[in-house]
Each structure stands twice: as structure tokens, then as C-alpha cells.
């Protein structure tokens, strides 16, 4: 059974830093696809950055570039998101994801493309 656990949300004051993990077992995830999601109440899930386990090429959204990075360290089965310089709109609810690529250098962008679901970690930032 594939499980994805986040932690390291918290409360964090603007301009700060924060680094979320993800702790990925029940499977190989060689072929997948990691990413890393949030959402507010009312609002879309927002993606925020994906990378591969094979090759760690990285993909980001608009409100992470420059400020966000994610890795991995294989050996831990463990996905980061390092968040710098944060501000009150990073306030959300971060959620990891695993989508299967079949082999193919996917990198993915969609919430619908991802198969597993973390149950989230709660990051808030104060002004």
C-alpha cells in the first residue's frame, strides 16, 4: 500500500524559511513523478513544483520560482520543498503527490495526472 507522509508545516513568519518533507513508501518509485500541491478553503489545488526520481529534473510553478526548491534524496524515499522568503499568500495546506510516468520523462503539473495523495501539512505565515 502506497503511502505518502508530509511533515514540517508550522507556523513561520514572513521573509522566513520552511522545509517540508515527504516520506514515500509500499513501492518503488523509480518511475514516478513527485510533486507538491496546496490548497486554501474555496480555492483549487495549486501546484507548486514536481521533480523525477530518475535524472531529478524539476518543474515549478509561478508563485515558487525563486523562492521554492524541491529534491529528493533517494536513499530515503524522501521529497523535499525548501521555501524561503515566504509571505502570507504561502499560507495553505501542502499536500505531496506520486504520479506514475511509465518510463516516459514526465514531468507533471496537473493534480488529475497524480495517482497518490499525502494527507497534507499545514503551513502558515504571519505578517
Known amino acids: 500500500q502506497v503511502q505518502l507522509v508530509e511533515s514540517g508545516g508550522g507556523l513561520v513568519q514572513a521573509g522566513g524559511s520552511l522545509r517540508l518533507s515527504c516520506v514515500a513508501s509500499g513501492r518503488t518509485f523509480g518511475s514516478y513523478c513527485m510533486g507538491w500541491f496546496r490548497q486554501v478553503p474555496g480555492k483549487e489545488r495549486e501546484f507548486v513544483a514536481a521533480i523525477r526520481w530518475t535524472g531529478r529534473t524539476t518543474t515549478y510553478g509561478d508563485s515558487a520560482k525563486g523562492r521554492f526548491t524541491i529534491s529528493s534524496d533517494n536513499a530515503k524515499n524522501t521529497v523535499y520543498l525548501q521555501m524561503n522568503s515566504v509571505t502570507p499568500d504561502d499560507t495553505a495546506l501542502y499536500y505531496c503527490?506520486?504520479?506514475?510516468?511509465?518510463?516516459?520523462?514526465?514531468?507533471?503539473?496537473?493534480?488529475?495526472?497524480?495517482?497518490?495523495w499525502g494527507q497534507g501539512t499545514q503551513v502558515t505565515v504571519s505578517s
Open positions: 503527490a506520486a504520479g506514475e510516468t511509465r518510463g516516459l520523462p514526465r514531468l507533471y503539473r496537473e493534480y488529475r495526472e497524480y495517482d497518490y
